[in-house]
């Protein structure tokens, strides 16, 4: 699936392609998440790899999809999704990042991305789509609200890191010695 764009915004004109992600395409990607772990202000957060991204985004049972935008031949940005069920909803999809370049933002490109996940999701009759936001982001939270997103109170994101999962398990095991 491909679609080409012709944005008008702010007095720019461009075309812009936003498609399946590949292979080839996660050199690039990584590029992207590590601008984003900037932004978040997480930069030494990123170990994820390049030959990560392609044995997890294109095995047999690939882990993620991705869709890319491209602006005059460059990927300028890219959406990481991934499924998930719910045992309330059944089918989901969670969307793990979606990232513009700081230099690109403002013109659509993230709409457009965020548009195709969503009519993505709709083709695959998915009962929900669902996606982290951090408090201080308002600009992605008055552009999610406005779409029709809820952002949900009393739900905390809970994470376990590798470190600690280490520490846990080993201390459990210990105990049931």
């Not at 403002?106 to 996940?117: M, N, P």
């Not at 609200?145 to 080993?170: D, H």
């Amino acid at each position: 699936m491909q679609i080409s764009l012709n944005l008008s915004k702010k007095s720019i004109n461009m075309s812009l392609v936003i498609r399946k992600g590949e292979k080839e395409d996660m050199p690039a990607v990584l590029g992207l998440i590590k601008e984003l772990a900037t932004f978040e202000r997480e930069p030494a957060a990123v170990v994820v790899t390049v030959d990560d991204l392609v044995r997890d985004g294109f095995s047999s049972n690939p882990l993620f999809q991705t869709f890319i935008a491209e602006y005059d031949d460059e990927i300028v940005g890219m959406a990481l999704f991934y499924n998930r069920y719910s045992t309330w909803k059944g089918k989901t999809i969670h969307l793990e990042d979606l990232i513009v370049k700081e230099n690109k933002r403002q013109l659509g490109i993230g709409k457009a991305l965020y548009d195709e996940v969503l009519k993505y999701a709709l083709n695959e009759k998915v009962r929900r789509v669902e996606w982290v936001v951090l408090d201080w982001n308002t600009p992605a939270i008055d552009f999610y609200k406005k779409s029709g997103a809820s952002i949900l109170k009393g739900w905390e994101t809970v994470q376990m890191t590798e470190e600690n999962l280490i520490n846990y398990i080993n201390r459990v095991s210990n105990e049931d010695i």
